[in-house]
């Protein structure tokens, strides 16, 4: 069974820097592209960043590029998203998930989600 | 990059109702359309894939239409749980980019 479980929000000042993780199991984690996606209260989904199977290959929305990171340890069968130089606007659910990239469909597995607040 | 213009953006329906939601790519994405289903509080859900595909235990009363740049998500007998917010998404290329979202309520 394929799981993902994402963790490492919390309430940090604007500025400030946060790494979020995501635990996969129950599928061959190296061979998938992996994406998160974050939802502020109330609003819609934004894609934030993917990475390439291999992690070689990194993609990032316009409204996060310098200033978050996206990497995995294939040997550890994790994602991670490090953030810094944190806003206000960047107060959101943050999901990891193996559901689509660029040119394929990957299937429908999410994260729980781990909520990230940006505030003083 | 591509925008992604979703229509409605919200609406009231009955059950029984046929549903019709549009979503408008800014320039040609082929079939590579992604149709998710929300519920508040819930992960969203994998509907539809390569714009007319039903993901794995999605009733037939979904159904995902068009390529290019003109999509449609179709619930054929609105069904009391399928009251929720629907997105699309374009996966042609990066950067990956969202409708703005459909809420169906009850009238």
């Known amino acids: 069974e394929v799981q993902l479980l994402d963790s490492g929000g919390g309430l940090v000042p604007p500025g400030g820097s946060l790494r979020l993780s995501c635990a996969a199991s129950?599928?061959?984690?190296?061979?998938?592209?992996m994406s998160w996606v974050r939802q502020a209260s109330g609003k819609g989904l934004e894609w934030v960043s993917s990475?390439?199977?291999?992690?070689?290959?990194?993609y990032y929305a316009d409204s996060v590029k310098g200033r978050f990171t996206i990497s995995r340890d294939n040997s550890k069968n994790t994602l991670y998203l490090q953030m810094n130089s944190l806003r206000a606007e960047d107060t959101a659910v943050y999901f990891c998930?193996?559901?689509?990239?660029?040119?394929?469909?990957?299937?429908?597995?999410w994260g729980q989600g781990t909520l990230v607040t940006v505030s003083s | 990059n591509i925008q992604m213009t979703q229509s409605p953006s919200a609406m009231s329906a009955s059950v029984g109702d046929r549903v019709t939601i549009t979503c408008r790519a800014s320039?040609?994405?082929?079939?590579?359309l992604a149709w998710f289903q929300q519920k508040p509080g819930k992960v969203p859900r994998h509907l539809i894939y390569?714009?007319?595909s039903l993901q794995s235990g999605v009733p037939s009363r979904f159904s995902g239409s068009g390529s290019g740049t003109e999509f449609t998500l179709t619930i054929s007998s609105l069904q009391p749980e399928d009251f929720a917010t629907y997105y699309c998404?374009?996966?042609?290329?990066?950067?990956?980019?969202f409708g703005g979202g459909t809420k169906v309520e009850i009238k």
């Open positions: 998930a193996k559901v689509v990239m660029a040119g394929a469909t990957q299937g429908d597995y």
């Open positions: 129950g599928f061959s984690f190296s061979s998938y592209a």
């Open positions: 990475i390439s199977g291999s992690g070689g290959s990194t």
């Open positions: 320039q040609d994405i082929s079939n590579y």
């Open positions: 390569d714009a007319s």
């Open positions: 998404l374009q996966h042609k290329s990066y950067p990956l980019t």
